[in-house]
C-alpha cells in the first residue's frame, strides 16, 4: 500500500502528464478512455489505490514535453536526471537565453506567491498555480544543463 503522501504526489504529476498531452491526445496515445485516465489520478477515496501502469507512463512521456512522472518517482528517490545527447530536448539558444528565462520564470513564481499567501494560507488553486510555475522552473534548469553539457564538450 501506498502512503497518502506518495500516492497524493504521484497523482499530481500523472495529471500534469496527462494535462501537457491534453486528455483526447493521452486517451488516443495509451489506448485508454478518459475516464480510466482520470481514474489513475483521482484523488477520491475509491480510486486510491489506482495508479498509472508503467506502459502507459512510458506511452504518454515519450509524446509529452516533460517527462513528469519519471521526473516524480526519481525526485521521490532523491535522484537527479540528466537527458543523453541523443534525445536531447533543449530549446534553440544557449545558456544566456536560459538565465533570462530562468529569472522571467522566477519572478513569476514570486508573484504567484505573494497573491497566494495575501489572506495567509495558500488554496488549492494557488497551489496548482505555484506547481506549474515551478515545473516550469524546472523545465527551464534542464535546458540550462543541457545548453551546459554541451558547451562543456
Do not use: C, W
Not at 2 to 23: P, Q, T, W
Not at 55 to 77: I, S
Amino acid at each position: 500500500m501506498v502512503s497518502d503522501r506518495i500516492g497524493n504526489y504521484l497523482k499530481k504529476h500523472s495529471e500534469a502528464l496527462v494535462k501537457d498531452l491534453g486528455i483526447e491526445a493521452a486517451a488516443r496515445i495509451s489506448g485508454k478512455s478518459k475516464a480510466t485516465l482520470g481514474r489513475y489520478y483521482s484523488t477520491d477515496p475509491e480510486h486510491a489505490n489506482r495508479f498509472m501502469p508503467i506502459d502507459v507512463v512510458a506511452l504518454l512521456e515519450q509524446a509529452a514535453r516533460f517527462p513528469h512522472v519519471t521526473v516524480a518517482l526519481a525526485d521521490l528517490r532523491g535522484v537527479t536526471l540528466s537527458h543523453d545527447g541523443g534525445r536531447q530536448n533543449a530549446r534553440p539558444g544557449g545558456v544566456n537565453s536560459d538565465v533570462v528565462a530562468l529569472s522571467q520564470r522566477f519572478a513569476m513564481l514570486m508573484g504567484e506567491y505573494n497573491q497566494s499567501i495575501e489572506d495567509g494560507r495558500i488554496s488549492l488553486n494557488e497551489a496548482k498555480r505555484l506547481l506549474a510555475e515551478t515545473l516550469a522552473i524546472q523545465k527551464v534548469l534542464i535546458d540550462m544543463k543541457l545548453h551546459l553539457e554541451q558547451e562543456a564538450g
